[in-house]
């Protein structure tokens, strides 16, 4: 079935420093691609979504291309800030109106 | 342009009762979808919601159901409640329409805990 594989965490990082969170895929179509975001007692926002091969999707400093060759979506962050500390998802949509979320990956910065 | 809004936010119930959780999407949303939050299995969809019809439905008992009204306003309700479906409940809209796409993102809701003592 459809899935969606991320980096085991906890992350943990130092102010400034580079980010980056391994997400794959695997599924029977053509999915759209999500980065959800989820601060400590909250729901999930939408980080960045990239909806075709080679689309790149960016927001807030973090990025992420994906790569049909590859079936991955990796996020990345240049410089990340104590703000950034929260859980991340990858997630993928078909047509069929739901999404599927990767375990998800804890990301600690440390000032 | 308020956001998904879910009542209650937070709720404490005994094994074998049942509870209603309810979602408002964002106004002109007609796609809600409910999700459930566990430390063990994730994220994992429960039921998707379009003009007062199911469209499609995770792999969850009969237990838990769902409708939809006509102003799209959504309940969840699960029945007999057992210790393993203490959880954070998440609610989301889009404006995915009739027709299947996948480009719309969901917006998710503040979520409600339930707790099943």
């Known amino acids: 079935g459809d899935s969606v594989t991320q980096m085991e965490g906890p992350v943990t990082l130092s102010e400034e420093a580079f980010l980056t969170i391994n997400c794959t895929y695997t599924?029977?179509?053509?999915?759209?691609l999500f980065w959800y975001v989820q601060y400590p007692g909250e729901g999930l926002q939408l980080l960045l979504k990239a909806t075709k091969a080679d689309d790149k999707g960016s927001n807030k400093g973090f990025e992420a291309t994906y790569r049909k060759e590859t079936t991955s979506f990796h996020l990345e962050k240049g410089s990340v800030q104590v703000s950034d500390s929260a859980v991340y998802f990858c997630?993928?949509?078909?047509?069929?109106?739901?999404?599927?979320f990767g375990a998800g990956t804890t990301v600690t910065v440390r000032a | 342009k308020a956001g998904v809004t879910q009542t209650p936010r937070y709720l404490i119930k005994t094994r074998g009762q049942q509870v209603t959780l309810s979602c408002s999407p964002i106004s002109g949303h007609r796609s809600v979808s409910w999700y459930q939050q566990t430390p063990g299995q994730g994220l994992q969809f429960l039921f998707e919601?379009?003009?007062?019809?199911?469209?499609n439905k995770g792999n969850f008992p009969g237990r838990f159901s769902g409708r939809q009204f006509s102003n799209s306003r959504s309940e969840m309700n699960v029945s007999t409640l057992e210790l393993g479906d203490s959880a954070l409940y998440l609610c989301?809209?889009?404006?995915?329409?009739?027709?299947?796409?996948?480009?719309?993102?969901?917006?998710f809701g503040p979520g409600t805990r339930l707790t099943v003592t």
């Open positions: 919601y379009f003009s007062e019809t199911q469209r």
């Open positions: 997630a993928l949509s078909l047509n069929d109106y739901k999404l599927s």
């Open positions: 989301a809209s889009s404006l995915a329409g009739p027709m299947g796409r996948s480009s719309y993102e969901q917006y």
């Open positions: 599924a029977t179509g053509y999915p759209s």
